[in-house]
């Protein structure tokens, strides 16, 4: 049975199983810590439009949806169907201002049907429409070649000044120890440039190199404006206040 937040069912449990959430506490639990830092860290306001890359089921959507204010708004994406049909039927229904979109990429394991080549995928918005951006455990199940796009992709939907709060893991010292966890057997080989990459079931697991992804970051016209490491290699948080797992980049699109 679904349980209420606010004026919204969350969604089933088989639902949150697919982005990995551990039950209806953490679902709300994460929403509210990232509406959170979007606030602290990229300064979002009530009349910014939001694009969120890889929304899943609605996680953050509905912790923002008591935030955002015509004209400002959202709009997600995912490749997985039945999340975005969920987020439709759940928030988009009374919520006009908020607006999914399923991104029907050719993807065999989470959306073996689908009609585009990733590299094709156009994000769901206008160029430098956007003034804020989150993708939360997205960028970590991505191979290189699609991330550099969707970095290029989120430069283009950026406002001059805009920015996002992106995740990943990163490749330092603890990370590197981390990810030695993964089965070896599993770990797929990639390019020189592109991150490591493992998999389990239907998800791709991708670690970077912190210079690396600092080239791909700028190569698509984006400046790093901030780090700040999570706890998902077992490293202490730099503050104790500012609890999450994965490691957080801020990138902004230039002004110029
Ligand atoms: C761990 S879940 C996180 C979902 C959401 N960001 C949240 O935090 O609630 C990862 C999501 O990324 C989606 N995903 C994976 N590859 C994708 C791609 N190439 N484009 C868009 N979404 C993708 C999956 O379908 C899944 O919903």
């Known amino acids: 049975m679904a349980a209420e937040n606010g004026t919204f069912d969350l969604p089933p449990a088989g639902h949150l199983q697919w982005i990995g959430s551990t039950g209806p506490d953490q679902f709300k639990r994460v ?49 997985w169907r039945e999340g975005i049909e969920w987020c439709r039927r759940n928030i988009a229904a009374r919520r006009p201002e908020f607006t999914f979109v399923h991104a029907d990429i050719d993807e065999p394991h989470l959306n073996p049907r689908g009609r585009v080549p990733v590299g094709a995928w156009r994000f769901p918005a206008a160029d430098a429409s956007i003034d804020r951006a989150l993708s939360l455990s997205v960028f970590t199940h991505l191979d290189g070649p699609t991330a550099r796009h ?40 990639a390019g020189p440039r592109d991150p490591l ?39 202490p948080l730099v503050r104790a206040d500012r609890p999450h797992h994965q490691d957080h980049l801020i990138v902004t699109r230039p002004l110029a």
């Open 197 to 235: 990459l493992t998999r389990f079931g239907k998800d791709l697991f991708a670690a970077w190199d912190p210079d690396q992804l600092d080239g791909a970051v700028a190569a698509a016209g984006l400046v790093v404006g901030g780090r700040e490491p999570g706890d998902w290699c077992g490293r």
């Open 31 to 79: 929403g509210h810590r990232y509406r959170e830092l979007l606030v602290e860290d990229t300064e979002l306001e009530p009349h910014h439009m939001v694009l969120d890359i890889g929304c899943g089921t609605g996680r953050i959507a509905i912790a923002l949806a008591d935030l955002l204010r015509p004209p400002g708004g959202y709009v997600g994406f995912d490749v």
């Open 150 to 189: 969707y970095l290029a992709e989120l430069a283009r939907v950026l406002k001059p000044g805009g920015r996002g709060l992106l995740t990943f893991f990163l490749l330092d010292a603890a990370g590197t120890a981390r990810v030695a966890d993964w089965p070896s057997g599993r770990t797929l080989l």
